[in-house]
Structure formats: structure tokens, C-alpha cells
């Protein structure tokens, strides 16, 4: 038997948001006979509103956490068994900043057909909306905690976009971001670029792309917003 179908299906990054997800995204969760998603909850109410009909019951689901080797082996039957999986992130594109990449590689060694479904991505659209170089770019997650440590990883960060004229993009806990700001404020030259990406899809949505000078003269509150930050040094 040939192995089965795996699509990644896109979620919205604000949960009001219905507008940013295609329509022909419906079209392949009826198609879907098991789910794998980082939240069975908020997967199962996203789904919902896209497809109110959705025999919830009639679906199998599992949680991918971090995709253990259990999960991971229950993919592999799944898939094996020609099943069509659905595959949701938290939030945005499934793979991306996400643990769902550890199953799309079992269905690329299992040589299944893989079809990723366009969506939001905060990364992507942070990017498009910065002006900051879109040629060039690197994405690092977060950043570390240590107040040492993430000045030197900011301090690495400029160093390398300076030398390749490349973006740089990170995150940091929604809670941390007025602290995160700080840091780079303190450590970046004056005349980097930072782009501040909050509250994407959104109803307060922003983003602002200024130098550091220019950033000190007027500090935005985001305590508590989802941020994408991104720097590109002169």
C-alpha cells in the first residue's frame, strides 16, 4: 500500500482572524481522516470554525508535543496505513518555528506526498512589512535569558548582518518584550535598523522599522503583545 497524505494546514495568528486563512483550506481538513496538532483544544476549535459540520468524534487525534517516539511511530502507522493526516501548528505555518517538522521528515523518508497549504506566517509577514533586506535572512527563535549572554548573542547578531548585510529575526516571551527592546537598544549601534513586529493579523497591529537613535526618542509598550523583532546592521 502507498503511504497516505500529508497536508499542513495553516492557523490563524490571532484567533479572530479567519479572514487571513484561504478557503480552499476547508476543502482539504474534509478530506483528513486523523489530526496531529500541538493543541487538541484550540486545534478542534479552529477547525470548527472553519468547517462547522466537522465530525470531531469520527476523527482521530493526537498531541505532538514535542514529537516523541511514540508520536512519532503512531505518524508512521498512520501514514503507513494510507491514512490522510492533517498536521496544525499552535499558531501560523506548521514546520515553521514548530515541532510538526520532525513528522514532515518521517513522511519525506517514507516518500508520502507532502503538501503544505498557505497561510499566515509571522516571520514572513514581519519580514515583508520591515523593509529590511528579504534576500538575505536568518531566523533564531529566542534569544537567551541571561542578561550576559543575550548581550553577546545581540552583539554576534549585528556582527554577522553587518558583514553579510543580512536580517536577523528572533522572539522572545510576550512578557519579556519591553526587556528584550532594552537590551537591544543598549547593545546595538545607533545606526542599525530595528523592526519592531506586533500584534500581526491583529487589531493593533504594527510594525515599525527605525533606527536605534531614533528608537530611544519614543519607546512602544509591548508587554504582554506577540512580537517578532528584527535588526539589520549598516
Request: a positive charge; hydrophobic letters at 40%; proline letters at 6%.
Amino acid at each position: 500500500m502507498k503511504p497516505g497524505k500529508l497536508y499542513l494546514i495553516p492557523v490563524v495568528i490571532q484567533e479572530e482572524a479567519l479572514q487571513t486563512i484561504p478557503a480552499y483550506i476547508v476543502d482539504a481538513v474534509k478530506e483528513c481522516t486523523v489530526f496531529f496538532v500541538e493543541n487538541e483544544r484550540t486545534a478542534r476549535r479552529f477547525l470548527k470554525k472553519l468547517w462547522r459540520e466537522l465530525p470531531v468524534d469520527e476523527r482521530r487525534w493526537y498531541t505532538i508535543h514535542k514529537a516523541e517516539d511514540d508520536v512519532r511511530n503512531s505518524f508512521r502507522k498512520e501514514l503507513a496505513s494510507g491514512q490522510v493526516i492533517g498536521l496544525l501548528s499552535e499558531a501560523g505555518c506548521p514546520g515553521v518555528a514548530d515541532p510538526g517538522q520532525l513528522l514532515i521528515g518521517e513522511a519525506q523518508q517514507m516518500n508520502a506526498l507532502v503538501q503544505p497549504l498557505v497561510g499566515p506566517s509571522s516571520i514572513l509577514l514581519a519580514l515583508m512589512g520591515s523593509g529590511l533586506n528579504g534576500q538575505r535572512f536568518q531566523f533564531h527563535g529566542y534569544l537567551p535569558i541571561d542578561t550576559g549572554q543575550r548581550q553577546k548573542a545581540i552583539q554576534e547578531l549585528e556582527a554577522y548582518s553587518r558583514r553579510y548585510t543580512c536580517t536577523q529575526l528572533f522572539i522572545e516571551t510576550p512578557y519579556r518584550n519591553n526587556q528584550m527592546l532594552e537590551s537591544l537598544l543598549k547593545t546595538l549601534s545607533p545606526s542599525t535598523y530595528v523592526c519592531v513586529a506586533c500584534d500581526l493579523t491583529g487589531p493593533q497591529e504594527f510594525i515599525k522599522t527605525r533606527k536605534v537613535a531614533d528608537w530611544k526618542k519614543e519607546l512602544p509598550d509591548l508587554h504582554k503583545k506577540p512580537t517578532i523583532f528584527l535588526l539589520l546592521a549598516n
